[in-house]
């Protein structure tokens, strides 16, 4: 009854979802291209078709989270799916010799007509797609349905949980489930009434690069609109004679302008915006301590590892529930530090602390991705024996 009000309202409401679509074409957030594969399913069908692998991401730390399986599917035809043209255009120049698509969304009529035009073996998600129309309509084409690197949000899983009879049906449709810790593991297996595997987390899939002769540069990385003036206000705080250069990389590279007027009054040569997508880890290689957004509000924060491959300090606002794991394990192992109280007098000076004290973390770092990835072999082998 609920997967059949959930068609019926998709049928209702299509001509809203058109205009919505329309209007983010006009502020450059989606293009008549992907509009054209996400509502309406215009493929070259035959480009795409008879294909070992569908692999599907969402976002740019998605993307940068498959590579382990890329590596070890090898050989095999892929095509590769995500849902935002930043993931789109990073994909492109990262796989260039892969067909990248848009996915097409879940309306029951846009599965049903890809899934009769293509042949697919298995589909892969990554992170935390649970689509009721793809999972359905794809086990009836006996395509293995396998969710990796599976989170759920507290959000989600409070939500999933009010569904228990629909999401422990939808839950059966996976073959195969690999979450990305031990607490989303729970999860999974309380809403999905199956088991659940931890097998490490593929996005501690980093190449591990550390410079021993870091200046004084700070990263305020993935900074969403709402936290722009918290993060100047803490930069203002800050003791710029300590400081060699100060990077802010806003969530979303369109909103950069905006950011820039927040410092036009500086008179700080010091301070400059990345604008480009695809150059985080450059910043990150040179900086010795990263700040992630996404913490000052109620977002849930950021993932940190990336910045952690390069040896950054990490430092986090409060709002971390989505990574409360990992920062758990991090402030441990003295690799991070979070503001419980979201003071931005003291997130200032846990930067200038962090600029005072020199640390070589290198071989904790190591050791801790080498923990994380012990097991992603394994991971694989399944994945091939389903």
């Given at each position: 009854m609920i997967i059949f009000s959930y068609n019926f309202l998709q049928i209702v409401f299509f001509p809203i979802f058109v205009l919505i679509a329309v209007y983010r074409v006009l502020i450059r957030k989606e293009t008549l291209h992907s509009l054209s594969q996400k509502l309406f399913c215009l493929f070259d069908f035959a480009k795409i078709n008879n294909c070992e692998f569908l692999i599907h991401f969402s976002s740019i730390g998605e993307l940068n989270s498959i590579s382990f399986?890329?590596?070890n599917f090898k050989g095999k035809k892929i095509i590769l799916s995500c849902s935002t043209l930043s993931s789109y255009s990073l994909a492109k120049k990262k796989y260039e010799d892969f067909d990248i698509i848009f996915l097409p969304l879940d309306f029951q009529w846009n599965v049903i007509s890809f899934l009769s035009k293509v042949t697919i073996k298995k589909i892969i998600w990554i992170d935390s797609e649970i689509w009721p129309n793809w999972l359905i309509h794809s086990e009836k084409k006996n395509i293995k349905n396998i969710l990796v690197n599976g989170?759920?949000?507290?959000?989600?899983?409070?939500?999933?949980?009010?569904?228990?009879?629909?999401s422990k049906e939808l839950g059966k449709k996976y073959n195969?489930?690999?979450?990305k810790s031990?607490?989303?593991?729970?999860k999974f297996e309380t809403i999905?009434?199956?088991n659940v595997l931890y097998l490490g987390n593929l996005k501690f899939y980093q190449t591990l690069k550390f410079k021993s002769d870091k200046k004084n540069i700070i990263c305020f990385a993935s900074i969403h609109k709402n936290e722009f003036n918290q993060v100047a206000e803490i930069i203002e705080l800050i003791n710029k004679n300590d400081v060699h250069e100060v990077i802010i990389i806003p969530r979303h590279i369109h909103y950069s302008n905006e950011l820039r007027k927040k410092f036009i009054n500086s008179r700080s040569s010091k301070i400059s915006i990345l604008d480009k997508f695809g150059k985080n880890n450059e910043v990150y290689e040179k900086s010795k301590l990263v700040f992630m957004g996404g913490s000052l509000i109620s977002h849930g924060g950021q993932n940190p590892i990336e910045p952690l491959s390069k040896g950054c300090m990490i430092i986090s606002g409060r709002h971390i529930n989505n990574f409360l794991?990992?920062?758990n394990e991090l402030e441990n192992l003295l690799l991070a530090k979070v503001s419980k109280n979201n003071d931005l007098k003291e997130i200032a000076y846990m930067i200038q602390e962090v600029f005072n004290n020199e640390k070589n973390n290198r071989l904790i770092i190591e050791e801790y991705f080498k923990t994380k990835t012990k097991n992603l072999d394994l991971l694989v082998s399944e994945i091939k024996k389903c």
């Open positions: 399986l890329i590596k989170r759920l949000s507290e959000k989600s899983y409070s939500r999933w949980k009010k569904f228990s009879s629909l195969l489930i690999f979450a031990i607490n989303d593991k729970d999905f009434s199956k794991e990992i920062y």
